[in-house]
């Protein structure tokens, strides 16, 4: 049967390690956004490759090694890689910032023993120890696992949920058909039955890896928990013209809240009257008398809100991209840059267009709500 299993074993090594290099790539693409929840798809990535490592060596040990003593090496190595995997996971969700998700001292709980068994599983020259420990350890595993997701997934955006959820599935399908396939399991089914779980098993290796590559693809950022509770309203300036073309209310966007009043909603807040009396221009001249800087101000703080502030490139110059928060986030960061990166892509020739009038551009622009209803779900 090995011509059955080593093509099956070679195409889920192969997308395994291409979902392991595609989260790492991911990771590295938003390590400088600074926001720190998107670790979990390093941790992701990283349990895929070292899984996979452990996948590819017992494939080794099983169809290419005769030697007995080497064959223990390399099954003792294979547990270190998939006890490697899982307790680098954990060591992601034990950070500081995934407390609001998960009860971080419970995971540093479940780090200690992991850590143990996986010494004592290397060092012990006893099966019957070896297999009890992996049994112990796939229990707590289970456990802690699913309901480390289980918080995950409530708490996290819908978009990131169903992926996370997904990833979930897939890791279980994997895992599980790596485990039911395993030397030391496999000595426990009937002779007659050995043959055909190896069979069931390696097309359910290849099942679990394309539903984690399904829910990796296109994984959306994980910004901080309730980001959008913190933010309160986004609005777009022409400060050439110190017109407001569109805003946008982030504190009530479930009733979709649209303000395009210049009046109603200059008498809002003190920080607002700032801003629109006479454009972001003269509010950068009034700070840099303070703080004697003549580069381009990106965060005002007065009282207790925060107003971040981008401007257009290009011929798109003149516009000014401002959200107020509640409290600084880095997410707030990302949110904007995406705003504006969107917005310019969209509506550049509605903007510079000389033969649309002032309010025909707003009306146009209003189109915009459904690509921020998007982004925060």
């Not at 990833?167 to 994997?174: E, N, S």
């Not at 994984?219 to 959008?228: A, K, R």
């Not at 510079?352 to 779900?377: A, C, P, Q």
Request: glycine share 4%; net charge positive; aromatic share 14%.
């Amino acid at each position: 049967m090995r011509e059955y299993y080593l093509p099956f074993l070679y195409v889920a090594l192969f997308i395994g390690y291409e979902i392991s290099f595609y989260l790492i790539y991911q990771y590295n693409k938003l390590k400088k956004k600074k926001i720190p929840l998107n670790k979990i798809i390093l941790a992701y990535g990283l349990l895929s490759g070292l899984g996979m490592s452990g996948v590819f060596l017992r494939t080794i040990i099983t169809y290419y090694i005769e030697d007995v003593i080497l064959k223990a090496k390399f099954n003792k190595f294979s547990h270190v890689l998939v006890a490697l995997g899982i307790i680098v996971f954990l060591f992601t969700l034990s950070i500081k910032s995934f407390n609001e998700i998960v009860n971080v001292l419970l995971t540093r709980i479940v780090i200690i023993p992991a850590i143990i068994i996986s010494i004592i599983i290397v060092l012990t020259n006893s099966k019957d120890i070896e297999f009890f420990l992996i049994i112990i350890s796939i229990i707590i595993g289970s456990i802690y696992l699913t309901y480390a997701h289980y918080k995950i997934i409530k708490k996290i955006p819908i978009k990131a949920k169903k992926r996370i959820f997904l990833v979930f599935i897939g890791f279980t399908i994997l895992l599980s058909s790596i485990i039911f396939r395993a030397e030391e399991f496999l000595k426990f089914y009937p002779e007659d039955l050995q043959e055909e779980i190896e069979i069931i098993t390696i097309p359910l290796i290849l099942l679990g890896l394309l539903i984690v590559l399904f829910g990796t693809y296109r994984f959306p950022i994980l910004l901080e928990i309730d980001w959008q509770d913190k933010f309160i309203e986004l609005f777009i300036i022409d400060s050439k013209s110190n017109e407001i073309l569109y805003s946008y209310n982030l504190s009530n966007e479930k009733n979709n809240n649209m303000k395009n009043n210049k009046e109603e909603y200059l008498s809002k807040s003190p920080e607002k009257q700032i801003i629109f009396s006479k454009g972001i221009s003269d509010i950068e001249i009034f700070i840099s008398n303070f703080v004697n800087k003549k580069e381009s101000i990106n965060k005002i703080s007065h009282g207790n809100q925060v107003i971040f502030i981008r401007h257009g490139d290009n011929s798109l110059h003149n516009l000014l991209l401002c959200v107020t928060a509640r409290e600084e986030l880095n997410s707030l960061n990302y949110f904007l840059n995406s705003i504006k990166k969107q917005f310019q892509k969209s509506f550049e020739k509605i903007i510079v267009n000389r033969d649309l009038s002032l309010e025909e551009k707003k009306r146009i622009l209003l189109g915009f709500n459904t690509y921020i209803k998007n982004f925060l779900e």
